[in-house]
């Protein structure tokens, strides 16, 4: 077994004490770094960028190449577990993701089953292994799923960036439907996961992307619960060693205290919310982890530094936070603010874990 040589990432999550504040970007790996274009350029298209567990990790370890990022996370897309339930997931040119047959009709939704991950997702599990084996112990890996709501909302509606009319509907008119759906996808978002730890994700990370959409009575019974439900059934170890997950509801501050009840090590927050104040709620319940405006890196790097010491001052002294970003980086970043960034965390975050934690 291959020995951590930053384990920084880990402790934060497990409020350990650390001697700086972990970074990662979502969407480290992505449109914004030149050479992700052009490997993405060479495997032809998105999916099949994806569906290569050579490119995968090609991609994976790109942004850790340019940055001292504290974790590499996973490159593979939210929608690989409904694409294995058949529903025929593509990418149109502009348009994000898209699948050839939503499930709009009782018989489909009855129909679904849980994908086997050594199967039909065997490509993700053979991507997990030859990052985790390329990483050599430089940084954890971080796995992630979308969450059943997330991925019901793409299932239903078909698309992404719609006005959730489709599900709404199916939510309010036939609710029990969408439960069926939700249940299903629990199963297999707990299936997937584990089957990344068993293949070497040291961290896993649920997106729940459009729990925000929902109402408040609504985001208990058809996003919460269904993610308690997969924290309840996940590995919180592998070889002996804890494995912390992580909960991210975009728009998700209403329910910060019942988020963190679910059992989760971590609860991701958008940039919405104050992270000092998130934490005086949660206590020492749960790690946090965020919540820079990824538009904050349009600016100067001096404004980023700036901005980076606000959040490092209001979540204050102590562990338990990872600096990240409150949604994925924008493909417009130039690279040279994403390095900013993190030379600022790393820096400045010193004075906040001199004393005891």
């Known amino acids: 077994m291959t020995i951590l040589k930053n384990d920084t990432l880990l402790r934060a999550l497990l409020k350990q004490p650390v001697e700086y504040t972990p970074v990662w970007l979502m969407r480290q790996a992505g449109r914004y770094l030149a050479e992700y274009n052009a490997t993405r350029a060479r495997a032809g298209d998105f999916l099949s960028l994806c569906k290569s567990p050579a490119f995968a990790t090609e991609v994976t370890l790109q942004p850790l190449a340019r940055f001292p990022l504290d974790a590499a996370i996973l490159f593979s897309d939210i929608l690989t577990i409904p694409d294995a339930m058949g529903l025929g997931l593509y990418f149109s040119q502009g348009e994000g993701p898209m699948f050839e047959r939503p499930l709009r009709n009782e018989n489909e939704i009855h129909a679904l089953s849980v994908p086997d991950p050594a199967a039909e997702l065997r490509y993700v599990m053979d991507a997990v292994s030859e990052i985790r084996k390329a990483l050599d112990g430089r940084v954890p890996l971080i796995g992630f799923s979308g969450s059943p709501f997330t991925l019901a909302c793409y299932m239903v509606e078909g698309r992404g960036g719609t006005e959730f009319r489709e599900i709404k509907t199916m939510l309010y008119q036939r ?51 269904y993610m308690q439900q997969i924290i309840a059934g996940l590995k919180r170890q592998h070889d002996g060693i804890p494995v912390p997950g992580i909960v991210f509801t975009k728009g998700g501050g209403l329910w910060l205290e019942a988020i963190a009840d679910i059992g989760c090590d971590a609860v991701g927050l958008d940039w919405t919310i104050d992270i000092g104040e998130a934490r005086q709620r949660v206590g020492m319940k749960v790690a946090l982890q965020g919540n820079l405006d990824p538009s904050v890196l349009f600016a100067s790097p001096e404004i980023i530094t700036a901005e980076v010491k606000k959040i490092l001052t209001s979540y204050g002294n102590g562990s338990g936070h990872v600096f990240n970003l409150g949604h994925g980086i924008s493909q417009f970043t130039p690279p040279e603010n994403a390095a900013a960034l993190v030379e600022a965390v790393h820096t400045l975050s010193r004075e906040f874990h001199s004393g005891s934690t």
Request: no cysteine; net charge negative.
């Open 175 to 225: 609710p029990e439907l969408l439960h069926h759906i939700l249940g299903i996808n629990a199963k297999a978002v707990t299936t997937y996961l584990n089957a990344q730890i068993e293949s070497g994700a040291q961290i896993v990370m649920i997106f729940d992307t459009w729990g925000g959409a929902l109402s408040h009575a609504a985001y208990r019974e058809f996003s919460l619960q």
